[in-house]
C-alpha cells in the first residue's frame, strides 16, 4: 500500500472493512440454535405446556368415567397430541378435511363460544352404537344419525365438556349438535390449543378419535402466566446485537473508474490495441459502488501486487 494510504488509522480501516462483510466476524459454531417456526403460535413456554400435560391427562381420566358411566363398559381415553395452532389455518383443514364433523360448542357464553368439541363421521356412529348397546347399528353408519342418536350423543358430550372445563371455569355446551358447519366465529389470528384423544374399549385395538379445540387464553387457569424473562436485554442492548448481525452481512463493493458511451458499430470494430478514451480525468477520483450508490471516492492504488482504491471522501449519496 502507499505511503498515503498508510495515514489511514486502524480504526478508519476495521470500520471499512466491517461495512464490506470482511472484518473479523465472531465465531458461532459452538452456539446451540433452535428452529423457530413462525407459522406456528408460541402461546405456551416449556413450563406452561407441562403444566398442560399434566391437565390433560387427568381430563382423560375423568372423561373415561364418563364413557363408562354412559356405556357400561370399560374404556380407556388417551391424550394422542396437544398443539397450539393459528385459526386461520386449523378451519381451513377443518372445513376442507372434515366436512361431515359433528362439533358442540361450549363456552361460558352460550352466544360466543371459546372452544367445540369435534368427532369424525365415523366416531359418531361408533359412540352411538355403544350408547344405545346395539352393534348391528354400526353396520349402516352411512345414513345421518337418528334423532334418539343425536340425543344420547348430545348428552355425552356435554358430559365431556364437563369433564374438560373442571378447574378451568363454568363451560356450559350449546343445545344443540352441529354437523358439517363450523360454530365458532374466529377473526383468524387467535391461537387455539387443539387437544386430540383416543377413545376405545377395554381389549380393543383399535379406538375412535376426537379433539377439544379452545383458545389458548382460556386455559391461563392451568397453565398460569408466562413468566417474564428475569435480567431481560435492554432496547440499547438489542439494538446493538442487531447492528452487530447487520455489520455482518457481506457486501458487494464495486470500484468503477469511469465509463463512456459507444455506438453499436463503434463496438464491433473495435480491436486489439484499440484505446478507449473515458469520461474522467486522470486526476479524478474512483467511485467505489455499494448497492448501486456511490459510497466512497478514492485514488487508485496498490497492495501485496494486486490493484487497490485509497479512500480520499465519503459520498453524499450515501447519507
Known sequence: MSRAANNLSKEKIQQLLIAVGSGPMEDTTGIEATEYNWNKPHCFDRK???????F????????TVKFVDF???Q?????????????TKLVD????????????AFGTDQDHPCGLISIPIKTAFIWATQLLGDPESEENSGRDLSQLEESLLLDLLSALIEAFSQN???????KNIIRGLFP??????????KITLDVKKKNQESGSEAYILVLCSKLESVVGKAAETVGGFSAEDTSKAILGHIQQMPVCITAQLASTVLTLEEIMSLEVGDILLLDKKVNESIELVVSGQT??????????????VLITELSCDAG
Open 295 to 308: 459510497a466512497f471516492r478514492g485514488r487508485p492504488a496498490k497492495s501485496a501486487g494486486k490493484h487497490a
Open 168 to 174: 378451568i371455569g363454568d363451560f356450559q355446551p350449546a
Open 75 to 87: 374404556f380407556d381415553v388417551t391424550v394422542v397430541s396437544t398443539k397450539q395452532h393459528f385459526a
Open 93 to 104: 383443514q377443518a372445513m376442507e378435511s372434515r366436512q361431515d364433523d359433528y362439533y358442540l
Open 71 to 73: 356405556c357400561h363398559s
Open 56 to 63: 390433560t391427562k387427568k381430563v382423560a381420566k375423568a372423561m
Open 184 to 193: 365458532l366465529e374466529l377473526k383468524g389470528t387467535e391461537e387455539l390449543c
Open 48 to 54: 406452561q405446556f407441562n403444566k398442560l400435560d399434566n
